[in-house]
C-alpha cells in the first residue's frame, strides 16, 4: 500500500482552501510545482499535510486525519444517537494510532473499533467534513 497525503492550502489572497491527495509514488515521480499549481508559495499557503488512515467510512470515502467523522447508533444498540469526533494521530507509546477526538470510550482506538465492530445495522460512521473547510462542525461536541 502506497502512503497517501492531504494536502490542504489557503490561497493568500482569496482565502479559499484547496485541498490535493498524492501518493509518495506520485511526489517521488514528478516536481510538487508540476502537480499542482498549489505548491505556488507565492499564491498558496501550506496549512495541513494529513495522512490517510487506510479506512473508508461507509459510503466508501477516504477517512484521513483531520477528518471530521459521524458515527450513528441503532436504537437498540445505544443510548447516545450519534457521536462526531475529529480524526487524529496519537503517537501513544505502546500503540500508535488514529483515533477520533473527544476519544470514545472503548478499550482500542476508535477507528480500529470503527473498522473491526462495523455492522451497518448497528452503526454507520461518514466523513461529514474536515476541520479546515467546516470547524464548525465540532463547536458543539468539544
Same mark, same amino acid.
Given at each position: ?10 490561497? +493568500? ?6 485541498? +490535493?491527495?498524492?501518493?509518495?509514488? @506520485? ?5 510538487? @510545482? ?8 507565492? =499564491? ?36 447516545? #444517537? ?7 494521530? +496519537?503517537?501513544? =507509546?505502546?500503540? #500508535?494510532?488514529? =483515533?477520533?477526538? #473527544? ?31 467546516? #470547524? =464548525? ?6
Amino acid at each position: 500500500m502506497d502512503i497517501v497525503i492531504r494536502y490542504i492550502f489557503k490561497h +493568500r489572497f482569496s482565502g479559499n482552501i484547496e485541498i +490535493r491527495r498524492y501518493s509518495i509514488r @506520485q511526489l517521488e515521480e514528478r516536481s510538487a @510545482q508540476k502537480l499542482s499549481p498549489c505548491f505556488n508559495e507565492t =499564491d498558496y499557503e501550506l496549512i495541513a499535510r494529513n495522512l490517510f488512515t487506510g479506512l473508508k467510512d461507509s459510503e466508501g470515502n477516504e477517512i484521513y486525519e483531520g477528518d471530521v467523522i459521524l458515527i450513528t447508533y441503532d436504537e437498540a444498540f445505544s443510548e447516545l #444517537p450519534y457521536y462526531i469526533g475529529e480524526v487524529k494521530f +496519537r503517537a501513544d =507509546d505502546n500503540y #500508535p494510532a488514529f =483515533d477520533l477526538l #473527544p476519544w470514545i470510550d472503548c478499550e482500542m482506538n476508535a477507528l480500529s473499533w470503527l473498522k473491526s465492530e462495523c455492522d451497518p445495522s448497528v452503526k454507520r460512521y461518514s466523513v461529514i467534513g474536515n476541520i479546515y473547510k467546516n #470547524p =464548525d462542525l465540532l463547536v458543539e461536541t468539544i
